[in-house]
């Protein structure tokens, strides 16, 4: 975590081991969100993310990533979010575009879910098979 990722986290205190990304990632959603919760999820979405909202009783909204570069509005983003949001979905790289969230995107969204306060959900299971060049 420290080297890769840069962040300082103890295996004793800041870690918890799941049965797979699937259930690391229904675990969460069962914690944090609750029935009729609003959760802005981008198109097109890995259907496993769909389904886990729907399965807690959250509502999932959505915002289009725009091919060829997957990029997306940031004002559709602004625009979506209201007093039931709950919560933002980020898969990066994404299932099934792989798509990879610049930087600036990823500043872009923590701004907004730290204005809102909002959860950010994130499944990054690919995030070591990017390729030289491809994170803009
Ligand atoms: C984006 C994404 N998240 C999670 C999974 C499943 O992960 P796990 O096998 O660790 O539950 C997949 C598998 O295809 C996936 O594409």
């Known amino acids: ?31 944090l969100l609750n029935l009729g919760d609003e959760v802005i999820i981008f198109e097109p979405y890995y259907g496993y993310h769909i389904n886990t909202f729907l399965a807690v009783g959250a509502k999932p909204v959505f915002v ?32 099934p575009s792989g798509k990879v969230f610049s930087q600036r995107e990823l500043e872009d969204i923590a701004d907004l879910a730290l204005k809102h306060d909002l959860f950010v959900f994130t499944d990054e299971i690919y995030e070591y098979p990017i390729c030289d060049g491809v994170t803009g």
């Open 1 to 31: 975590m420290k080297r890769y990722n840069n962040i300082q986290a103890r295996s004793d205190k800041n870690m918890i081991v799941c049965c797979g990304a699937t259930g690391a990632f229904y675990s969460a959603c069962l914690a």
């Open 64 to 95: 289009r990533l725009i091919p060829p570069d997957w990029g997306f509005d940031l004002n559709d983003l602004k625009n979506i979010i209201t007093k039931k949001t709950k919560g933002i979905m980020i898969n990066t790289p994404a299932n």
